[in-house]
């Protein structure tokens, strides 16, 4: 589409002329300019490329190589599950190897070529032209963050707070240093002195008030996101949004079939006339699991002997949170008011979760303190048709109306017996939630789609991080060649020297990382 438009090569026209020439005869290109890394620039550099060659052979002939790092089932991760669903449609547009702990029995996806360990990944070097990193806020992606600090790749960050992960033990162990050490990283000293008020008052508070992700940030040559949340919240914490290709693509998820509810309810051992509520994935505080028991406590349901209350997942070591479902559970059967089954499953597997789908007449997901996630149980319920109830938190403000019946992002036990009420007596209002929320996600979260997405930020971010590497390492080598490549200092403050031009090069060609926000105080 440029046609005969000019092409430029971004560099100091002053600037080693022997390694310009070099330069513009590689690139076909028709002159230089100041240094930039805008993406726009980039991609009109690759227009021409070396006149004695046709690279677009080779990917006609056989698809470029992806190093996949990934948790995947079975592992007890939320990210593994999607990481399967990514990879049945990214092997259209790569020849994929998964990387994947070694100690567990994983199968080879169809479709993926190979699979690695990640000592045998870290070994690899240059044998992948794109590494993707799937990196959620759990111990299963703690060895997944060590490569990355060796291995720069795009990273899919399915939470923008990684500080659960990153201020455990398990932290210590496979990355070394101390919580104390990355919140100081990532936040400055206000982090540290919350940590330690809050080990004080034996409260885990300051992992929910800072995300310690900046390293994480640093190190990926592209980020992408399933939602806006995460861009918000770049914007909150740190000076500056990144340079490097910063992608929002939607959490990909295809409508589920509709397979029968009767043989789901047999397999699960639920009673085919009980009306079924249900709310998936981990039960903790930020999932308000306490406050959805409540309210359905309070709620005509509980005082309905065919109502069952499943909450589909694990509360894992949340003793605290364990104790207070307890709790009212039996202030509920002491007042009377408790005739309906409330349960908890623990973990399930994939084919267990579906037909917990596949059994519910209702499902309600509710969020605070957002930890810039999209939720794989909201899309779950959405892709299955089941008619949902939702607050308007973090990523689910961005359901539409008519949706999922939506409550206030801070709401009570109230808003919630009210909600559970409404849908309970309303056969219409669960029909057409179902049907809409269906309609809304196979439109926007189409698989095949945004695969197509993955593609293009996939090899957007390599292209800045391969040909910075390029150009830097033409730099050094050039400058090698002049002056025994030693560096005089006394020279660098004369504006015509080689050396001077190097510098300011280099310095543009470096990428804007998020960096901690400064306050700078003269005091001369």
């Given at each position: 589409w440029l046609g005969d438009k000019e092409r430029f090569f971004c560099l100091k026209p002053q600037f080693v002329s022997a390694l310009l020439d070099g330069l513009s005869h590689a690139y076909g290109l028709d002159r230089v300019v100041t240094p930039s890394l805008v993406t726009g620039l980039w991609e009109e550099e690759q227009i021409n490329t070396r006149p004695d060659r046709e690279p677009d052979e080779l990917s006609k002939s056989r698809k470029e190589r992806l190093a996949f790092v990934s948790p995947l089932p079975p592992q007890r991760s939320g990210v593994a599950d999607y990481a399967m669903d990514l990879l049945g449609v990214l092997v259209d547009h790569f020849a994929i190897d998964i990387v994947v702990d070694p100690g567990l029995d994983i199968p080879v996806p169809k479709g993926v070529i190979n699979r690695l360990s990640f000592e045998e990944f870290a070994r690899s070097e240059g044998m992948y032209r794109y590494v993707l990193y799937q990196i959620g806020n759990s111990p299963a992606h703690l060895p997944i963050m060590e490569l990355l600090s060796t291995r720069p790749g795009v990273v899919v960050l399915h939470d923008f707070f990684l500080s659960h992960v990153l201020c455990s033990p398990e932290a210590d162990v496979a990355l070394g240093g101390s919580k104390l050490t990355r919140l100081y990283t990532s936040h400055g000293y206000g982090a540290c002195v919350a940590m330690r008020q809050s080990e004080l008052k034996e409260s885990d508070q300051f992992v929910w008030d800072y995300p310690c992700n900046l390293r994480v940030l640093q190190q990926a040559s592209g980020v992408i996101v399933h939602n806006d949340e995460g861009t918000l919240l770049v914007n909150k914490f740190y000076s500056r949004k990144p340079e490097v290709p910063w992608s929002m693509i939607p959490h990909l998820k295809k409508p589920l079939p509709q397979g029968k509810r009767t043989d789901a309810r047999e397999t699960l051992g639920i009673d085919q006339e009980s009306f079924?509520?249900?709310?998936?994935?981990?039960?903790?505080?930020?999932?308000?699991?306490?406050?959805?028991?409540?309210?359905?406590?309070?709620?005509?349901?509980?005082?309905?002997?065919?109502?069952?209350?499943?909450?589909?997942?694990?509360?894992?070591k949340d003793y605290r949170l364990q104790r207070a479902m307890q709790q009212s559970l039996e202030a509920a059967r002491k007042r009377g008011d408790l005739h309906a089954t409330t349960k908890v499953t623990g973990w399930t597997s994939s084919e267990e979760f579906q037909n917990y789908l596949l059994a519910a007449d209702l499902a309600i997901q509710l969020r605070r303190d957002s930890r810039g996630e999209t939720s794989g149980g909201v899309m779950s319920c959405l892709a299955g048709g089941v008619p949902l109830i939702v607050n308007c938190h973090g990523s689910m403000k961005e359901i539409p109306d008519g949706c999922a019946l939506k409550l206030p992002d801070a709401c009570d036990t109230d808003d919630i017996r009210v909600a559970l009420d409404e849908a309970y007596k309303n056969t219409d209002l669960r029909q057409r939630f179902g049907a809409q929320g269906r309609l809304w996600l196979e439109h926007t979260n189409d698989p095949i789609r945004c695969a197509s997405l993955y593609a293009e930020s996939i090899r957007s971010g390599a292209q800045i991080e391969q040909r910075r590497n390029a150009i830097l390492d033409s730099i050094v080598s050039a400058l090698s060649q002049q002056d025994g490549g030693v560096l005089e200092l006394e020279s660098v403050g004369q504006d015509s020297t080689p050396w001077n031009d190097a510098i300011e090069t280099l310095s543009l060609l470096q990428s804007q990382r998020p960096s901690n926000r400064q306050l700078l105080i003269d005091v001369s």
């Open positions: 079924v509520v249900c709310s998936f994935g981990f039960l903790g505080k930020s999932k308000c699991s306490v406050e959805i028991l409540n309210g359905f406590l309070e709620s005509t349901l509980a005082r309905e002997m065919n109502v069952q209350l499943i909450f589909v997942g694990s509360a894992g």
